[in-house]
């Protein structure tokens, strides 16, 4: 009941195999992912409702985010790009 080394060469290199592949996989995502970097994600504006209730606009990269945060969770409540939040808060020429 002794294996070779045959043998365990037969069972050892495909788990080898899934294993190289695995890495090669992990590398090719890394590469081709971007990182979220810090100035990625901005809180723009925070209101306070009540003691454990809150409105927060934030923005993640180029999308602005409405979110309620309160003691029964976080619930978005809208979304816009950031350029047409930019275009409404403009100030009017002439003043």
């Known amino acids: ?12 290199a495909p788990l080898f195999a899934v294993c190289g592949f ?10 081709f992912t971007r990182p979220m970097r810090s100035k990625d994600l901005e809180l723009l504006a925070r209101v306070t409702l009540e003691p454990r209730r809150a ?5 993640a990269v180029e999308t602005v985010y ?8 976080v619930a978005k409540l809208g979304e816009m790009p950031m350029n047409a939040l930019q275009a409404t808060t403009a100030p009017e020429v002439g003043q």
């Open 1 to 12: 009941m002794t294996m070779g080394f045959s043998n365990t060469w037969a069972i050892a």
């Open 22 to 31: 695995a890495v090669a996989v992990l590398m090719v995502v890394r590469r």
């Open 55 to 59: 409105v927060y606009l934030v923005r």
């Open 66 to 73: 409405l979110i309620a945060i309160s003691e029964g969770g």
